[in-house]
């Protein structure tokens, strides 16, 4: 009966009708028996599967498998399909088990891949027996993928349809009804959705372990484009088996799958998840038959095994359609058995390997049989454990602690370390964000400019002159100056890779984690806040010196002088409002800002003109040369004291940074603006600290008025009333420059999750964060009527300090870390394409190029249509050598060569940091014995040199990646460390008192960061599962033990990294076409 229901359903299949034969009976009963046997055929053929779904081939006898004279292998320049053998053809499966799942999923609109990639073993794992176990396998969030690989018959799209809600409680409940062992979810690619949909494949696991915790959940993951967070939210939902494709060896990945699925981001994609979760299974699938060699394949199942997989399938690749990939090689059953007899050698727990294997192939039989051996396992150590106790062999020495407990307090600070080093996932378009993009170079340049001019030449260059370098100011600002310089060049290369608001917040968000991003966060806002109010004092001393000092006169009457330490003589009203006033010019939006900063800007760079040529034709040089105290009067720590405080002058060009949001082309703009800014502001500020201290002795300097009071002296009364003028647009661009970046900081850390929420709405009018501009600006506003100008100024430059340390070392981290990590820093997203030509993308060596094909990797400029996997570009390379050990430096290999690639650097790059700290304190506090020659300050300050320059070659020894940088910063890590070193030492320079003041501001953060932060970062909105975590093997064998998901960490030999050459196109990802025909065998 088997046979004629295939013949009648073929027939019915290719559009003929065959008509039954019928027995001859009673002609009065002829027509009840013909309808009685159709409604049989008729019924049976509606409960049986779909036939076209599967290969429609008797069942050869595997005796003549060996015999099989037919042709294996298409060679290049082939376009005939190969014959099917026949140990691919399959029987149909049958069953009630199979045929009730089948109506079930009909019923409640489910998918399942056993059905949609046309699985020949569906009646093996639906139906199960009397061994086996059943299984299936469901397809989440649709039928339709955003990715177009050439092997997949899943229908694509851009935007595929909105995710179901109720899809989990659907799936679970059909699940629960079938009575199945074990479960494998798997879903198709949701690039269109932020998380990938990975919070609706964590609901559907918990909501099926739920409804029947007894069952084993097995979930074959997309990649999620990289992003860790995406895969740690589905390894922490309860899963059993975490799975994922590698589908191809290395070299035919970028013909075989979309070009956003990479094979490193795949490895890395397995690796993260053990070490989200080290007792999770992984488990992985190769297709062969694609033109792969056997040394291809070998190493790909090294790779695989070098992540910490447990689990391999390998399974013959069968073409879907006519427009997908063509078979290059059907393999033979022997080298299937050869492939699992290796996979078994490498160290996998259980391999599958055969021509009908597929990923999910029979998936619970291996992991119900080890779930049962560790079962037997625990119960029999529990058995001895309560003999050795009951003949007095305590083992309380091994149980310190009750398990659970130990097992809970472990699982707490464990994620509690993981929590605070969670790196921020940026989006993949990076360029989208709710504020308003209008901002051009000229624009960021004078925001920069505007910014760093007023505070450094009508603030700091009275208080830094007459009370900590004297004349040499000069030298002061130069060396502040240069060290700036090197903050802005590891700004500016930070610019072109994290195009977002935050500045140095977001960079150390993106490369070095989240406590550290918030640590730096937190005292930015501090920084803009003094700016603001300090600039608003300066303001109001200003106006104040023009008017005769006439509104300080009038408030001291009103309210009297206070007299607490901490705080100025007389509340200042007029900064209060000026503060205030200026937050609500900024609320009309950024446009508007940048108008009035550019016209402000011009006025105060041609004061400064005036002051340099009326500062130099009125200048005195015995200014410098002053009886008993020359020209540093304050010794060199006096210099090195005041270009601590002078950083606060360069500060702008972190504003800069900030606007990394607002600029039309930031990739471009800031860099260039911050490089700018900063040389026309360092050389503007060494020309007037020195026409100033030429003008007049540094010691009549008026702090409040350096500038105006210094033309007064000399008769200039004009000059003082121009200068004051320009000085008033200078503060006001300064002012504005504050107000402008500390909303944003503001905005970028609530957008985060790490501050409150409400801080992160835009107004959709002006584009502007309207609730941080308000608060801001009331802050700044409060400061600078409370507080003075000189312990304003005293405590600005530790936090910009911290900064620009943080962001130095941030670089030399992103160019040593590996590229799978790094691509957290996303281009554009990629859309599938279409392909109109007939035939699939060509293969390596194939020689069956689709003419005219647009995608894919393959490069259309070619004359040829293969790629030779021997000749690998400068960028595979580059990309391939990130993180390692250079080949002159292969004498390290002993000491680093176990470390994963980037490690070691990142290492160095922290010791280095601790090192200069060391050493700066050392010069602070030991120079009298280290300039007399004392030995223990000469072997000391020797020793720690030594190991400061040993970490830069650890660093050196290694190969960077600067893959898709526009700029970069030049003489790598050389540059940065220097960066980092001076930082430090004027650091060290600043007084105890500002210290306190950083630790008590500090404590304040802590506090907001551990009691709404951690709990409410966008980059943590993972599950975690305590139930999960008990019920693991560890919680048998307590928690005193360790369990090591990777065994010596990964090592990857670079040739066999580049041994394909990948050749990118500017155009879109080719398509999978779908065809309504299928194959048909010939």
Same mark, same amino acid.
């Given at each position: 009966?088997?046979?004629?229901?295939?013949?009648?359903?073929?027939?019915?299949?290719?559009?003929?009708?065959? @008509?039954?034969?019928? =027995?001859?009976?009673?002609?009065?009963? *002829?027509? #009840?028996?013909? !309808?009685?046997? $159709? +409604?049989? &055929?008729?019924?049976?053929?509606?409960?049986?599967?779909?036939?076209?779904?599967?290969?429609?081939?008797?069942?050869?006898?595997?005796?003549?498998?060996?015999?099989?004279?037919?042709?294996?292998?298409?060679?290049?320049?082939?376009?005939?399909?190969?014959?099917?053998?026949?140990?691919?053809?399959?029987?149909?499966?049958?069953?009630?088990?199979?045929?009730?799942?089948?109506?079930?999923?009909?019923?409640?609109?489910?998918?399942?891949?056993?059905?949609?990639?046309?699985?020949?073993?569906?009646?093996?794992?639906?139906?199960?027996?009397?061994?086996?176990?059943?299984?299936?396998?469901?397809?989440?969030?649709?039928?339709?993928?955003?990715?177009?690989?050439?092997?997949?018959?899943?229908?694509?799209?851009?935007?595929? @349809?909105?995710?179901? =809600?109720?899809?989990?409680?659907?799936? *679970?409940? #059909?699940?629960? !009804?079938?009575? $199945? +062992?074990? &479960?494998?979810?798997?879903?198709?690619?949701?690039?269109?959705?932020?998380?990938?949909?990975?919070?609706?494949?964590?609901?559907?696991?918990?909501?099926?372990?739920?409804?029947?915790?007894?069952?084993?959940?097995?979930?074959?993951?997309?990649?999620?484009?990289?992003?860790?967070?995406?895969?740690?939210?589905?390894?922490?939902?309860?899963?059993?088996?975490?799975?994922?494709?590698?589908?191809?060896?290395?070299?035919?990945?970028?013909?075989?799958?979309?070009?956003?699925?990479?094979?490193?981001?795949?490895?890395?994609?397995?690796?993260?998840?053990?070490?989200?979760?080290?007792?999770?299974?992984?488990?992985?699938?190769?297709?062969?038959?694609?033109?792969?060699?056997?040394?291809?394949?070998?190493?790909?199942?090294?790779?695989?095994?070098?992540?910490?997989?447990?689990?391999?399938?390998?399974?013959?690749?069968?073409?879907?359609?006519?427009?997908?990939?063509?078979?290059?090689?059907?393999?033979?059953?022997?080298?299937?058995?050869?492939?699992?007899?290796?996979?078994?050698?490498?160290?996998?727990?259980?391999?599958?390997?055969?021509?009908?294997?597929?990923?999910?192939?029979?998936?619970?039989?291996?992991?119900?049989?080890?779930?049962?051996?560790?079962?037997?396992?625990?119960?029999?150590?529990?058995?001895?454990?309560?003999?050795?106790?009951?003949?007095?062999?305590?083992?309380?020495?091994?149980?310190?602690?009750?398990?659970?407990?130990?097992?809970?307090?472990?699982?707490?600070?464990?994620?509690?370390?993981?929590?605070?080093?969670?790196?921020?996932?940026?989006?993949?378009?990076?360029?989208?964000?709710?504020?308003?993009?209008?901002?051009?170079?000229?624009?960021?340049?004078?925001?920069?400019?505007?910014?760093?001019?007023?505070?450094?030449?009508?603030?700091?260059?009275?208080?830094?002159?007459?009370?900590?370098?004297?004349?040499?100011?000069?030298?002061?600002?130069?060396?502040?100056?240069?060290?700036?310089?090197?903050?802005?060049?590891?700004?500016?290369?930070?610019?072109?890779?994290?195009?977002?608001?935050?500045?140095?917040?977001?960079?150390?968000?993106?490369?070095?984690?989240?406590?550290?991003?918030?640590?730096?966060?937190?005292?930015?806002?501090?920084?803009?806040?003094?700016?603001?109010?300090?600039?608003?004092?300066?303001?109001?001393?200003?106006?104040?010196?023009?008017?005769?000092?006439?509104?300080?006169?009038?408030?001291?009457?009103?309210?009297?002088?206070?007299?607490?330490?901490?705080?100025?003589?007389?509340?200042?009203?007029?900064?209060?409002?000026?503060?205030?006033?200026?937050?609500?010019?900024?609320?009309?939006?950024?446009?508007?800002?940048?108008?009035?900063?550019?016209?402000?800007?011009?006025?105060?760079?041609?004061?400064?003109?005036?002051?340099?040529?009326?500062?130099?034709?009125?200048?005195?040089?015995?200014?410098?040369?002053?009886?008993?105290?020359?020209?540093?009067?304050?010794?060199?720590?006096?210099?090195?004291?005041?270009?601590?405080?002078?950083?606060?002058?360069?500060?702008?060009?972190?504003?800069?940074?900030?606007?990394?949001?607002?600029?039309?082309?930031?990739?471009?703009?800031?860099?260039?603006?911050?490089?700018?800014?900063?040389?026309?502001?360092?050389?503007?500020?060494?020309?007037?600290?020195?026409?100033?201290?030429?003008?007049?002795?540094?010691?009549?300097?008026?702090?409040?008025?350096?500038?105006?009071?210094?033309?007064?002296?000399?008769?200039?009364?004009?000059?003082?009333?121009?200068?004051?003028?320009?000085?008033?647009?200078?503060?006001?661009?300064?002012?504005?420059?504050?107000?402008?970046?500390?909303?944003?900081?503001?905005?970028?850390?609530?957008?985060?999750?790490?501050?409150?929420?409400?801080?992160?709405?835009?107004?959709?009018?002006?584009?502007?964060?309207?609730?941080?501009?308000?608060?801001?600006?009331?802050?700044?506003?409060?400061?600078?009527?409370?507080?003075?100008?000189?312990?304003?100024?005293?405590?600005?430059?530790?936090?910009?300090?911290?900064?620009?340390?943080?962001?130095?070392?941030?670089?030399?981290?992103?160019?040593?870390?590996?590229?799978?990590?790094?691509?957290?820093?996303?281009?554009?997203?990629?859309?599938?394409?279409?392909?109109?030509?007939?035939?699939?993308?060509?293969?390596?060596?194939?020689?069956?190029?689709?003419?005219?094909?647009?995608?894919?990797?393959?490069?259309?400029?070619?004359?040829?249509?293969?790629?030779?996997?021997?000749?690998?570009?400068?960028?595979?390379?580059?990309?391939?050598?990130?993180?390692?050990?250079?080949?002159?430096?292969?004498?390290?290999?002993?000491?680093?060569?176990?470390?994963?690639?980037?490690?070691?650097?990142?290492?160095?790059?922290?010791?280095?940091?601790?090192?200069?700290?060391?050493?700066?304190?050392?010069?602070?506090?030991?120079?009298?014995?280290?300039?007399?020659?004392?030995?223990?300050?000469?072997?000391?300050?020797?020793?720690?040199?030594?190991?400061?320059?040993?970490?830069?070659?650890?660093?050196?020894?290694?190969?960077?990646?600067?893959?898709?940088?526009?700029?970069?910063?030049?003489?790598?890590?050389?540059?940065?460390?220097?960066?980092?070193?001076?930082?430090?030492?004027?650091?060290?320079?600043?007084?105890?008192?500002?210290?306190?003041?950083?630790?008590?501001?500090?404590?304040?953060?802590?506090?907001?960061?551990?009691?709404?932060?951690?709990?409410?970062?966008?980059?943590?909105?993972?599950?975690?599962?305590?139930?999960?975590?008990?019920?693991?093997?560890?919680?048998?064998?307590?928690?005193?033990?360790?369990?090591?998901?990777?065994?010596?960490?990964?090592?990857?030999?670079?040739?066999?990294?580049?041994?394909?050459?990948?050749?990118?196109?500017?155009?879109?990802?080719?398509?999978?076409?779908?065809?309504?025909?299928?194959?048909?065998?010939?």
């Amino acid at each position: 009966m088997a046979s004629s229901t295939v013949l009648l359903r073929n027939s019915l299949q290719k559009g003929k009708y065959v @008509p039954l034969k019928i =027995p001859q009976q009673c002609k009065h009963s *002829a027509a #009840a028996s013909v !309808s009685t046997q $159709l +409604d049989k &055929i008729r019924e049976r053929l509606e409960s049986g599967p779909n036939f076209q779904d599967f290969v429609q081939h008797p069942d050869y006898n595997k005796d003549d498998w060996s015999a099989y004279e037919g042709k294996l292998r298409r060679e290049k320049g082939e376009n005939d399909r190969l014959r099917l053998p026949p140990w691919l053809k399959t029987k149909i499966p049958m069953g009630k088990n199979f045929t009730r799942i089948k109506e079930q999923l009909r019923e409640l609109k489910l998918a399942t891949v056993c059905e949609e990639a046309k699985c020949p073993n569906i009646g093996e794992c639906w139906g199960g027996g009397e061994h086996g176990t059943q299984t299936a396998t469901i397809m989440l969030m649709g039928d339709t993928c955003t990715r177009g690989c050439r092997f997949c018959s899943v229908k694509t799209a851009r935007a595929p @349809p909105p995710l179901d =809600p109720a899809e989990p409680m659907n799936t *679970a409940t #059909a699940i629960a !009804s079938w009575g $199945l +062992d074990y &479960i494998v979810l798997t879903s198709v690619d949701r690039d269109d959705l932020p998380d990938g949909g990975s919070k609706h494949i964590a609901a559907t696991i918990k909501e099926i372990k739920k409804q029947n915790s007894r069952i084993f959940v097995e979930c074959l993951a997309p990649d999620f484009r990289g992003d860790l967070a995406c895969i740690e939210t589905v390894a922490m939902s309860g899963l059993d088996v975490y799975a994922h494709n590698i589908e191809t060896v290395e070299a035919l990945t970028p013909f075989v799958r979309d070009r956003r699925a990479r094979y490193r981001q795949s490895l890395e994609c397995l690796a993260s998840v053990k070490r989200f979760n080290p007792n999770l299974m992984t488990k992985s699938s190769i297709m062969l038959g694609l033109g792969e060699t056997d040394e291809q394949v070998e190493q790909t199942l090294k790779d695989l095994r070098s992540v910490g997989v447990d689990c391999l399938t390998l399974g013959q690749y069968m073409q879907p359609t006519k427009r997908h990939l063509k078979v290059i090689e059907y393999v033979t059953p022997e080298k299937f058995k050869h492939w699992e007899e290796r996979g078994n050698e490498l160290g996998f727990l259980y391999t599958a390997s055969g021509p009908l294997v597929r990923s999910s192939y029979k998936a619970g039989e291996f992991f119900i049989t080890s779930i049962l051996r560790n079962r037997a396992a625990a119960e029999e150590a529990a058995k001895t454990a309560k003999e050795n106790i009951g003949t007095g062999n305590d083992c309380r020495q091994y149980c310190t602690m009750p398990s659970a407990r130990r097992m809970i307090l472990g699982h707490v600070m464990s994620g509690l370390c993981t929590k605070m080093n969670r790196t921020k996932q940026l989006p993949a378009d990076l360029m989208e964000t709710p504020l308003n993009r209008c901002l051009n170079t000229f624009d960021i340049t004078l925001l920069g400019i505007g910014h760093m001019v007023g505070a450094g030449i009508y603030v700091l260059t009275g208080t830094v002159a007459r009370e900590m370098a004297g004349p040499a100011i000069v030298l002061s600002f130069i060396l502040a100056g240069l060290v700036s310089l090197l903050a802005a060049l590891c700004y500016a290369e930070f610019g072109t890779r994290v195009p977002k608001a935050g500045s140095a917040y977001v960079y150390t968000y993106v490369s070095i984690g989240e406590f550290w991003a918030f640590v730096i966060g937190w005292n930015i806002i501090l920084e803009h806040m003094l700016g603001a109010a300090s600039v608003a004092r300066a303001w109001s001393g200003y106006v104040d010196s023009m008017l005769g000092n006439i509104v300080a006169n009038i408030t001291m009457e009103i309210t009297g002088e206070m007299h607490e330490q901490l705080l100025a003589k007389y509340p200042d009203f007029l900064a209060f409002f000026v503060c205030l006033s200026y937050a609500v010019a900024l609320a009309a939006g950024v446009k508007a800002t940048a108008m009035i900063n550019s016209i402000l800007t011009t006025v105060n760079v041609a004061v400064m003109g005036l002051v340099v040529v009326l500062g130099f034709w009125y200048a005195s040089p015995d200014n410098w040369s002053l009886p008993e105290q020359g020209f540093m009067p304050y010794g060199f720590g006096g210099v090195l004291a005041g270009a601590a405080t002078c950083f606060y002058a360069f500060v702008g060009f972190d504003s800069i940074a900030t606007s990394g949001e607002e600029a039309k082309n930031p990739s471009v703009s800031i860099p260039l603006a911050t490089i700018l800014s900063l040389c026309v502001v360092t050389v503007g500020y060494v020309l007037v600290s020195a026409a100033l201290t030429l003008m007049i002795p540094y010691n009549d300097i008026n702090p409040a008025a350096a500038l105006p009071d210094a033309f007064g002296m000399r008769g200039i009364t004009w000059a003082k009333y121009a200068i004051s003028t320009g000085a008033i647009c200078g503060m006001t661009t300064t002012l504005l420059g504050s107000l402008f970046a500390l909303p944003r900081c503001l905005y970028a850390m609530a957008s985060d999750g790490l501050l409150f929420s409400c801080f992160g709405k835009v107004n959709t009018k002006t584009q502007v964060p309207l609730l941080n501009l308000a608060l801001s600006g009331l802050c700044s506003a409060l400061l600078a009527l409370l507080f003075d100008l000189e312990k304003l100024v005293e405590f600005m430059s530790i936090g910009t300090l911290l900064a620009y340390t943080i962001v130095s070392a941030s670089v030399i981290v992103l160019r040593y870390r590996p590229i799978s990590v790094e691509e957290t820093v996303h281009l554009a997203p990629d859309t599938p394409g279409t392909d109109e030509e007939d035939g699939g993308p060509a293969l390596p060596g194939t020689g069956s190029a689709a003419p005219g094909a647009t995608g894919g990797g393959i490069d259309s400029s070619s004359q040829s249509s293969t790629i030779d996997p021997s000749s690998p570009t400068s960028e595979m390379i580059e990309i391939a050598l990130a993180g390692r050990l250079r080949p002159q430096f292969r004498w390290l290999e002993p000491v680093l060569g176990r470390c994963e690639p980037g490690v070691a650097c990142s290492g160095a790059v922290l010791m280095f940091c601790v090192l200069s700290v060391a050493v700066c304190f050392q010069l602070e506090n030991s120079w009298d014995e280290l300039y007399n020659g004392t030995w223990w300050a000469l072997g000391l300050y020797g020793f720690l040199l030594f190991c400061l320059v040993a970490c830069v070659v650890v660093i050196s020894a290694h190969h960077q990646n600067t893959r898709g940088l526009q700029f970069k910063v030049p003489f790598v890590p050389y540059i940065p460390a220097l960066s980092i070193f001076c930082n430090i030492e004027l650091m060290v320079h600043l007084s105890f008192l500002t210290w306190l003041r950083f630790f008590i501001w500090l404590s304040i953060g802590m506090l907001v960061y551990f009691l709404y932060g951690i709990h409410n970062s966008k980059e943590g909105e993972l599950g975690t599962s305590y139930s999960m975590l008990m019920s693991t093997s560890e919680a048998i064998r307590g928690w005193g033990s360790t369990s090591t998901a990777l065994g010596g960490g990964t090592k990857v030999t670079v040739t066999k990294i580049i041994k394909g050459r990948i050749s990118r196109k500017t155009a879109g990802d080719r398509q999978a076409i779908v065809d309504d025909d299928d194959d048909e065998d010939s």
